[in-house]
Structure formats: C-alpha cells, structure tokens
C-alpha cells in the first residue's frame, strides 16, 4: 500500500467512523466503537483492506485519529463526530491559552459569533501554535486565534482533553479570542 492510498483509507475510515457509519453498513455504539470485522467487510465491499492494513492505518495515523479497544475487535475515532456518540473524554482543567486554526475566509464569521462546533460535537483547539498553523492551513491562508482557556474554564466552561491531546469544548464566545 502506497502512502497516498494508505492517506485516501484513512480519510474513507474518518468519514465512517466519524460521520457516516452506514456507507459502509455498519453502526457504531454510544461510544461510538465499531466492530473492526464489520468495518473491513463494509470497505472490501468497494476497495481491498486488509486487518494488517487497518492496524498500520492506525499505528501511523500522524494525527492518531483512532483507536482500537485491547482485543482490537472494536475500533473508533478519537473526535471530530457529527454523529451524536460519548466517546467518554475525561473533563480537564486547560492550560492557559489554547489556539484555534482555521482559514482567513471564516475570520469575518468567527468574530461575529465566536467558535462554534457547526456540524460537529466540539469545538477543537490546539495547545501550541504549529499545530493551529497546520489545521488553518488545510482552509487556504490559515489564521491564528489565541483562546484564554483557562478564563473560560474559570467561568464555567468545560473543557475535554482527547486521547489524541486534541482540546475540546463546546463553544468559544468572541470575549475569549484574540487574534494572532
């Protein structure tokens, strides 16, 4: 398997297992686990994957987007859902400021309304500004914002750490942003 057509299942295997679990016919439960059986036959169904390719897919992920439980028959994403799961993230107190990376384009937007989740379940937020640069990038000319987590969480807002150090929350609220 090439890098590019291990990158293309990866992101076929992010689009199930975050938002979409029926193109491939398969479910995922409140936690949002899938059945890795399940899962392989629903892709071979239109393109070859094998355990052994599935297991690389998730070992080198750069991103660590998923996760197999210990026996590896279950598997899921870490973050990122539209569809509505528990993917039983601990509550955690954020460190001082968090970034936020997304493209210039949604600038005008954001100081309108602040960070808000859209389709998805969270907001997500980086702890260091490489990281922000390289989610903004991914929008055209990325923009950086400085979130004052710590204030937020100060102020009652919860925050969430996934098992891949993604930072969480529901919202940001514009009084929390500053521009970088």
């Not at 590019?4 to 975050?18: D, H, T």
């Not at 949002?32 to 992920?61: F, H, P, R, Y």
């Not at 279950?74 to 460190?95: F, T, W, Y």
């Not at 990376?101 to 954001?110: A, D, E, L, M, P």
Request: charged share 25%; proline share 3%; with cysteine.
């Amino acid at each position: 398997m090439t890098n590019k057509e291990q990158n293309n299942l990866s992101k076929y295997i992010a689009l199930i297992l975050r938002h979409r679990p029926d193109v491939v016919g398969i479910t995922l439960d409140e936690h949002g686990w899938a059945n890795v059986s399940d899962l392989l036959k629903g892709i071979n169904k239109t393109q070859t994957i094998t355990m052994k390719m599935l297991e690389k897919i998730v070992e080198e992920d750069s991103k660590q987007r998923y996760s197999f439980n210990r026996e590896k028959t279950l598997i899921r994403a870490n973050q990122g859902h539209s569809v509505k799961v528990d993917v039983e993230l601990k509550e955690c107190m954020p460190p001082d400021i968090l970034y936020h990376g997304t493209g210039v384009k949604y600038c005008s937007s954001i100081n309108k309304q602040g960070l808000i989740s859209k389709s998805r379940l969270y907001v997500h937020l980086s702890k260091d500004i490489e990281t922000a640069t390289n989610v903004g990038s991914r929008h055209g000319e990325p923009f950086i914002y400085k979130v004052r987590a710590k204030d937020m969480y100060n102020d009652g807002y919860k925050f969430f750490l996934s098992q891949n150090d993604v930072w969480l929350t529901k919202e940001v609220p514009i009084c929390y942003l500053e521009g970088e």
